[in-house]
């Protein structure tokens, strides 16, 4: 039986060291501190979800209510954060992206065409797999992302 594992620790960095890297790109690009930009870093850092900007906006004014966040700095501070690699997305096509923290111990995702909901998995004989063909192959991998797509459990059940 494989060992496939959907409980696994999160974050491989502490909040302070991301937060202190995060400062740093935001100097790198001429960009100031601002609490709204860390308000958005420290929602995805304590969010076990996958977030679209707008849910991401919304949790920010749900929590906070009195930080006014405009949707165009969510925008913006997503963008900066995935070209940075602090955050990876997975594409939705139509219906967009949802963002996930970049500091997380590697795992995959199943994704449900129909309600949308996100697992993620390890899955160590996959990893193993995966280093023997590119070994095979004479090719350096750097990096890499799987997306299986299909329709979950409970909407199977439906």
């Known amino acids: 039986m494989p060992n496939i594992s959907t409980n696994f620790e999160n974050r491989t960095i502490k909040y302070e060291d991301l937060l202190n890297d995060f400062k740093q790109l935001l100097k790198e690009n001429s960009l100031k501190f601002t609490i709204q930009r860390e308000v958005i870093l420290e929602t995805l850092y304590n969010s076990d979800e996958h977030l679209t900007p707008e849910s991401l906006h919304h949790l ?3 929590r906070q209510p009195d930080l006014k966040t405009g949707i165009a700095t969510v925008y ?3 963008a900066l954060l995935e ?3 602090m955050v990876t997305s997975l594409s939705f ?4 992206k949802k963002y996930e923290l970049g500091a997380k111990e590697h795992h995959d995702h199943l994704i449900c065409t129909r309600c949308g909901t996100i ?3 390890v899955d160590e004989e996959i990893e ?3 280093h023997i063909i590119t070994d095979e192959l ?3 991998m750097s990096d890499h992302s799987m997306q299986i797509y299909g329709i ?7």
């Open 60 to 62: 920010i004014q749900e």
């Open 152 to 158: 979950c459990k409970n909407c199977q059940n439906k």
């Open 128 to 130: 193993a797999r995966q």
């Open 138 to 140: 004479g090719f350096k």
């Open 93 to 96: 096509g139509a219906q967009g």
């Open 119 to 121: 697992t993620e998995f």
């Open 76 to 78: 913006r501070t997503l």
């Open 83 to 85: 070209e940075s690699n």
